[in-house]
């Protein structure tokens, strides 16, 4: 057996490994938005180490080795982006793809349209390689920008989480794969295929050594440490809202409450998200409610009239507070206040 076929053995096996779990991601029970997305990123690094072989057959110019190049271009167009989205996923809560983020994908859409002739004479002969992996390189950059800026958030919780020890080692993995086209654009060596291979085994490995986080069965908990140190941010977070009653002004903000705190903005916005699972908007009008509901079920403020109540409790808009109100008590305010005046007379 000679070399050039344990190079093909050992890239065909990466292939359906990548292939096998990209169909397992996707189609896996209670799949969430993030092993989707995960799920196509191993679909097209599949779909270019494909390529890879195709061009090395000698099949570039058959109508197979036509369709693998459009796909794969535009595949690896794509992976950026998809590493973006599977970042953010991850690390904001709640995530859902919308149709905005479909721009992020335009290039792709713009190259699979272009004929090849056009992409032939032009394209490739005037720096689009290059185009193509700065394109690449410029969404690793903001995504590892995105990680950064999440892991100074949690520093105060825990210095290191599970998730963001897998994020770079994904980014690593595609890292890898980035330098390998980049460094071998010249020639397509079954050399470059195997190296190729070795960066998705990487993926594998990595993948099913973070198998649970991934499944969601390890949740984003800090340390013995970090829990304390969460506690302590806890409780200066109900004392300033109990004994300041900062909500109560209707102009009061994220950065207002982290300086008033003493904390970063994004530690605020973490210890919002993940313990009392509510972004600032809805911590502080479940504030606003409660003030207001004390007082409509106290006949000290029966002659109050509920819209004063609303600005008195920091609502700047009486459809805000109303919606608000409703989905908190699943009344409305009139109803409310009826609802414990009857309670109350019955006494």
Known sequence: MNQNMLIH?????????????????????????????LSVIFFVLAIKLWY??????????TLMGFIFVK??????????PLFLLYVQSLLKKPFSFRTVHLAHFIPSFVYLIIPERFLDDYFWNYGGF???????????????????????SIQMVRPGYTIIKWLLCL???IFIIWSSVFFK????????????????????????????????????LPISEGQNAASDAIIRINDLMSHNRPYLDCEFSLSAMSEQLGMSVHTVS?????????????????YRINDIKAKLADRQFDGENIQSLAFEAGFNSLSVFNTEFKKATKKTPTAYRSFYQEMLSDL
Do not use: D, W
């Not at 185009?131 to 995105?146: A, E, G, R, T």
């Open 9 to 37: 053995i050992f890239c065909a096996a990466g292939l359906l490994n990548s292939l096998f779990l990209s169909v397992y991601l996707f189609y896996r029970r209670q799949s969430k938005i993030s092993n989707r997305i």
């Open 171 to 173: 980014f690593t993995g």
């Open 52 to 61: 890879l072989f195709v061009h090395y057959l000698g099949l570039r110019k």
């Open 270 to 286: 973490y210890i919002l998200n993940n313990y009392y699972k509510m972004n600032f908007r809805e911590f502080i009008n479940s």
């Open 185 to 220: 654009r010249l020639n397509y060596f079954p050399e470059l295929a195997a190296f190729f291979s070795f960066a998705l085994y990487i993926l594998l490995f990595v993948f099913f050594s973070n198998i649970n986080m991934i499944n969601g069965s390890k949740k984003l």
């Open 71 to 80: 796909f794969s271009v535009t595949g690896y167009l794509a992976i950026g």
């Open 130 to 152: 290059i185009i193509i992996q700065l394109y690449f390189f410029v969404y690793l950059l903001i995504s590892v920008y995105q990680i950064r800026l999440f892991y100074k």
